[in-house]
């Protein structure tokens, strides 16, 4: 979603709608973004320089074990919508 605000440059939509919350990307969706820089697209940056990375607890990676477990077809993308 942070993706599709950046690149019609709106990410600030986002900050106002979540405004009365905390917005982090985790590390899983930091290096995916990376990958687009390999690429030459230059979104990422923006959403670096608005959003902070923000490695999952514990108790927050044993919750994602969990799911896994319970559903074979959830990805992590799913998984990442949850935090």
Known sequence: MVSAFTKI???ELLKRLFS???IVITPEV???LTISLEY???FPLDIFRY???LPPLE???????KLLRKK???TIKDVEMVF
């Open 40 to 42: 030459g697209y230059t």
């Open 51 to 53: 959003f902070e990375v």
């Open 30 to 32: 930091y290096e995916e």
């Open 20 to 22: 009365k919350h905390y």
């Open 9 to 11: 440059k709106r990410l």
């Open 72 to 74: 074979d077809n959830t």
């Open 59 to 65: 108790e927050e990676r044993e919750e994602y074990q």
